[in-house]
């Protein structure tokens, strides 16, 4: 079926269940056609992006990570109420099953590179969402323990509570599950939270949740010196529409004949190493699509972290990455969609890595 928005990579898909998991919550199950089952393959933790029409600006686009997991037989993708938000509540108000809807294909870094390790997933309200495909990924196609700390505001807003008792009670030996009520508990602050995780500290962390929450739980983690290593996951609205079809950047006006030459870059995408040209001005995303290198990427504005790779050697200039957190960037991370080459005579050669 051809999309609306022309977009080549997208698909539509038919929703074939609305499930009400709260008064804030629907989970949307989709059914993926044989045709694009590779298409729509996904590892536990990804997320898909949902082109959501609009009558003000034809559509917006907005990420959902996917609750299922891959061993599940359809995708699904758990949307929260936002107050006054326009993509949250219009799926939650309009989407019934037998709704088509035009969707990117999964994506995101939010993902575990074995399953077999021990995990510590921390979550508050709709971070649960990619928390939940992780654990029952792990519990299902991994051999490692799960501990699962999930904070919300009351009971009635606990996202999954059935499903998640129901794994808790089927593998008592390796999934935890430790709930926190706002009602009964008071705020998760970082002081409270510290004796709670430190005996999960080493275990593979995963961090998803609203910005205060996340702050305290790095603080309550960096306590035992255990910040560093957290796998986070920022729930950011998409300010671009990554469904339109996106020319490649030009090299600025101003760039003097010498440096529009470009220089060469060596990216390493899977372990293999490509030399491309990176002209100075252009994004490394754009320089890497234009030569055929295959990576993964998704809304073009540094927002949703899926073009996520590290800074082996030299310099780049990085704009504004919603999509990462100031620790990461102090490591090396980078995002392709915003780095640019450095257009200063620095000739230490640049690689950069992708998972
Ligand atoms: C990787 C990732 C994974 C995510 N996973 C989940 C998840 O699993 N579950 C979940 O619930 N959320 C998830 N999110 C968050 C989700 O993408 C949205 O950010 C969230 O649902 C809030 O979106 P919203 O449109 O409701 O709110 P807002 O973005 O706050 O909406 C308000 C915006 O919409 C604009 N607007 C208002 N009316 C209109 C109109 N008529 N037409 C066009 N624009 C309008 C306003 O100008 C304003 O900018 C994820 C985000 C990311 C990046």
Same mark, same amino acid.
């Given at each position: 079926m051809t999309t609306a928005s022309g977009d080549t990579r997208s698909r539509v898909l038919r929703v074939v269940e609305v499930r009400e998991e709260t008064e804030e919550a629907k989970s949307l199950v989709f059914a993926i056609p044989e045709r694009d089952r590779e298409l729509f393959s996904y590892r536990p933790g990804q997320f898909v992006t949902i082109r959501i029409p609009s009558d003000r600006t034809g559509s917006v686009a907005r990420c959902h990570s996917i609750s299922s997991c891959p061993a599940e037989e359809r995708l699904s993708v758990t949307v929260k109420r936002v107050d006054g938000g326009y993509g949250s509540n219009w799926l939650c108000d309009n989407v019934t099953a037998g709704t088509s809807l035009e969707v990117l294909p999964p994506s995101g870094a939010f993902t575990p590179r074995s399953l077999d390790g021990d995990f510590l997933l921390i979550g508050a309200g709709s971070g649960i969402t990619p928390l939940l495909s992780i654990t029952k990924a792990v519990l299902r196609c991994g051999t490692g323990k799960v501990t699962l700390f999930y904070a919300n505001r $009351? /009971?009635?807003?606990?996202?999954?509570r059935d499903e998640l008792r129901e794994l808790a009670v089927g593998h008592r030996e390796r999934l935890t599950v430790l709930h926190w009520l706002e009602s009964l508990q008071g705020m998760p602050h970082r002081t409270r939270l510290a004796p709670l995780l430190a005996p999960h500290v080493g275990a593979e962390t995963y961090l998803c949740g609203p910005q205060p929450f996340m702050e305290q739980v790095r603080q309550a983690l960096a306590e035992h *010196? #255990? #910040? @560093? @290593?957290v796998h986070v996951e920022k729930f950011t609205s998409l300010s671009g529409d990554p469904f339109t079809e996106r020319s490649p950047t030009p090299a600025p006006a101003s760039v003097p004949d010498s440096e529009a030459a470009g220089r060469a870059v060596s990216v390493i995408v899977g372990g293999e190493e490509h030399e491309i040209h990176w002209s100075p001005g252009s994004v490394l995303l754009d320089a890497l699509l234009d030569e055929g290198v295959d990576v993964p990427f998704s %809304?073009? $504005? *540094? /927002? %949703? *972290?899926? %073009?996520r790779a590290e800074l082996v050697q030299g310099k780049v200039r990085m704009g504004r990455a919603e999509g990462l957190t100031e620790d990461e960037v102090e490591k090396g991370a980078i995002l392709a969609c915003v780095t640019e080459a450095p257009d200063d005579s620095d000739p230490t050669r640049i690689v950069v890595r992708f998972p």
């Amino acid at each position: 079926m051809t999309t609306a928005s022309g977009d080549t990579r997208s698909r539509v898909l038919r929703v074939v269940e609305v499930r009400e998991e709260t008064e804030e919550a629907k989970s949307l199950v989709f059914a993926i056609p044989e045709r694009d089952r590779e298409l729509f393959s996904y590892r536990p933790g990804q997320f898909v992006t949902i082109r959501i029409p609009s009558d003000r600006t034809g559509s917006v686009a907005r990420c959902h990570s996917i609750s299922s997991c891959p061993a599940e037989e359809r995708l699904s993708v758990t949307v929260k109420r936002v107050d006054g938000g326009y993509g949250s509540n219009w799926l939650c108000d309009n989407v019934t099953a037998g709704t088509s809807l035009e969707v990117l294909p999964p994506s995101g870094a939010f993902t575990p590179r074995s399953l077999d390790g021990d995990f510590l997933l921390i979550g508050a309200g709709s971070g649960i969402t990619p928390l939940l495909s992780i654990t029952k990924a792990v519990l299902r196609c991994g051999t490692g323990k799960v501990t699962l700390f999930y904070a919300n505001r $009351d /009971e009635k807003s606990v996202i999954f509570r059935d499903e998640l008792r129901e794994l808790a009670v089927g593998h008592r030996e390796r999934l935890t599950v430790l709930h926190w009520l706002e009602s009964l508990q008071g705020m998760p602050h970082r002081t409270r939270l510290a004796p709670l995780l430190a005996p999960h500290v080493g275990a593979e962390t995963y961090l998803c949740g609203p910005q205060p929450f996340m702050e305290q739980v790095r603080q309550a983690l960096a306590e035992h *010196g #255990a #910040a @560093d @290593d957290v796998h986070v996951e920022k729930f950011t609205s998409l300010s671009g529409d990554p469904f339109t079809e996106r020319s490649p950047t030009p090299a600025p006006a101003s760039v003097p004949d010498s440096e529009a030459a470009g220089r060469a870059v060596s990216v390493i995408v899977g372990g293999e190493e490509h030399e491309i040209h990176w002209s100075p001005g252009s994004v490394l995303l754009d320089a890497l699509l234009d030569e055929g290198v295959d990576v993964p990427f998704s %809304c073009f $504005d *540094g /927002e %949703c *972290g899926t %073009c996520r790779a590290e800074l082996v050697q030299g310099k780049v200039r990085m704009g504004r990455a919603e999509g990462l957190t100031e620790d990461e960037v102090e490591k090396g991370a980078i995002l392709a969609c915003v780095t640019e080459a450095p257009d200063d005579s620095d000739p230490t050669r640049i690689v950069v890595r992708f998972p």
